[in-house]
């Protein structure tokens, strides 16, 4: 339900900021020859839930997942294509935690695991806009994200092992849509963003218990099967 709240919270909030997109009075327009230029760059802050789709190993394992929120940090580069079509390059950094429970119907014995993610952004996209009404401008965006978890397999060999239940290596296929606003000396745009990982990021690990985490990873390996990430980006892209 708390994901499903900020879904819906995200998308007023994106619905209203368009609503002065749909008055067609002309106002003067700030940032004329900025769509111009034919390269450009900015700054991107966003939070995302963090969510998994698992599979268990058998009917005999109830698997639930504690969604944790990233913090995204990205630069920005523009490269300017043809009017109204932009390349663009976002390398950034991403500071994750979520969790997961396992639960074993039988015996009805519940374990919870915390993954912790420190992730590299490298995404890729193709930006389509919009004309300009006054100085508002909607977009949609598309393309790929290679990201890379600097906690995750053995990237993390100098950190606790109860870190590397996932692996490092995932690819992003990502689709979404926001809108520009042109003020008088920046362009400020409101983006939402879906990313589907691609790769079964389920890491097996030593089958033994860390005293140190109470990590007990045999009970991890023998019940859980898959793991896939799902995320939903929220960003303020500043240009």
């Known amino acids: ?18 609503l002065p997109v749909l008055s067609q ?38 698997l639930k997942v504690r969604s944790g929120m990233i913090i995204n940090l990205n630069l920005i580069t523009n490269l300017r294509i043809r009017n109204n079509l932009d390349l663009r390059f976002l ?16 015996t009805n014995e519940l374990k919870e695991f915390s993954i912790e993610g420190v992730f590299i952004d490298l ?14 401008a909607p977009y949609l965006i598309a393309g790929v994200n290679p990201r890379i ?32 606003f042109y003020l008088q000396k920046v362009k400020i745009a409101t983006e939402l963003k879906f990313s589907v990982g691609l790769l079964d990021v389920h890491l097996p690990t030593e089958a033994d218990i860390d005293t140190a985490t109470n990590i007990d990873y045999t009970y991890y390996n023998q019940r859980l099967s898959s793991m896939f990430s799902r995320m939903v980006i929220f960003a303020i892209h500043v240009e």
Do not use: W
């Open 91 to 106: 390398p950034g950094i991403q500071f994750a935690s979520r969790s997961i429970e396992i639960e074993d119907r039988p």
């Open 149 to 180: 978890d600097l906690l995750g397999s053995h990237l993390a060999t100098g950190f606790q092992k109860s870190a590397r239940l996932s692996k490092a290596f995932d690819v992003y296929p990502e689709l979404g849509f926001g809108i520009d």
């Open 25 to 62: 009075k002309q106002k003067p327009r700030n940032l004329v020859t900025f769509d111009y230029k034919p390269f450009h760059f900015g700054y991107s802050v966003g939070v995302s839930p963090i969510n998994f789709y698992m599979k268990p190993q058998d009917n005999n394992s109830l």
């Open 123 to 136: 995404p890729v996209l193709i930006k389509y806009r919009s004309d300009r009404v006054n100085n508002y």
């Open 1 to 18: 339900m708390g994901m499903r709240r900020l879904l819906t919270s995200l998308f007023v909030l994106l619905f209203c900021a368009s």
